[in-house]
């Protein structure tokens, strides 16, 4: 009964943006339609230019001290905060390459929240009193610059609402996804069991669960330890984990068979 209340307890989203339209095509496909659906989320995209009082809806000004651009004026974003916060229970996000890195733990916190009101910038981006006085927890969802944050915000909209309670069919899939666990997740296959000469790993079509669950957990260290090793170095691993880690390190330090995978070319320091 308590998990059935708890997966119907609504999650609510308000998202400021000056181009509502980008939202409609992500927003009404898939999983996030479906949880808006079923009333797992509700997800209400705003145009900032309604909290504008001019005849032209201006929301951009130049810079204070020159420089290129427009800058986000705080006046419509303030108030369009005022109307739409719903006190203690809502947190303001805005959404900027100069915030801190969006993961999935800060994802997992959020998917906590009862109401997140997401800021959207463009152009030069928001005048600096915007996030500050709104208490704003400012995002980046990576280190290289998009022309607007729809684009950031769908990314959290899409990773939190996943996270929902009720809203992927089998809840323990989210729990194996890479980053869940501190580590990226085992290689999945499907069928045919053979494909352009490429077999799925024995071990699978076995049908030995216990087999298949450490090959899993050592494949998806394996994984982890090739492809984010910062990853490795800070996830908690069980007395098994070592012993599996000990297995991969012996059996990598081997020559390897095969051509090297095409992400082997590019570090995460490109
Ligand atoms: N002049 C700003 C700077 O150098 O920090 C960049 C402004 S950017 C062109 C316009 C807007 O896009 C930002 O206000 C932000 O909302 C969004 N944006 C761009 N890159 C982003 C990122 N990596 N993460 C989150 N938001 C981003």
Redesign the pocket.
């Known amino acids: 009964m308590l998990l059935r209340e708890a997966q119907r307890a609504l999650k609510r989203f308000d998202v400021l943006t000056l181009f509502p339209g980008i939202f409609r095509g992500p927003l009404q496909e898939s999983i996030l339609r479906r949880a808006q659906e079923g009333g797992l989320v509700e997800i209400r995209v705003h145009d900032l230019r309604s909290w504008t009082r001019d005849r032209h809806h201006v929301v951009d000004d130049e810079p204070y001290g020159g420089g290129a651009?427009m800058v986000l004026k705080p006046e419509p974003a303030f108030e369009a905060v005022d109307e739409l916060r719903q006190g203690p229970k809502s947190t303001v996000i805005?959404?900027?390459?100069?915030?801190v890195p969006f993961s999935q733990g800060v994802a997992e916190r959020l998917a906590k929240e009862d109401h997140l009101i997401l800021l959207?910038?463009?152009?030069?981006?928001?005048d600096d009193r915007i996030p500050r006085g709104l208490g704003a927890l400012e995002?980046?969802?990576?280190?290289?610059?998009?022309?607007?944050?729809e684009i950031?915000a769908l990314v959290l909209l899409d990773a939190v609402t996943r996270l929902t309670p009720g809203v992927l069919g089998d809840s323990t899939s989210s729990q194996t996804d890479s980053f869940s666990a501190g580590l990226l997740e085992y290689p999945q296959y499907t069928r045919p069991p053979v494909y352009r000469g490429m077999a799925v790993p024995p071990i699978l079509l076995s049908g030995d669960h216990k087999a298949i669950a450490r090959w899993r957990r050592k494949e998806a260290i394996r994984r982890t330890l090739e492809r984010r090793p910062d990853l490795l170095a800070r996830a908690v691993l069980s007395e098994l984990d070592r012993a599996l880690l000990a297995e991969v390190e012996e059996e990598e330090a081997a020559p390897s068979e095969g051509e090297p995978r095409k992400n082997e070319e590019l570090t995460t320091d490109h």
Do not use: A, H, K
Request: a negative charge.
């Open positions: 651009g805005v959404l900027s390459p100069q915030g959207c910038g463009r152009y030069e981006g928001f995002l980046s969802i990576g280190d290289y610059v998009l022309t607007g944050g950031p």
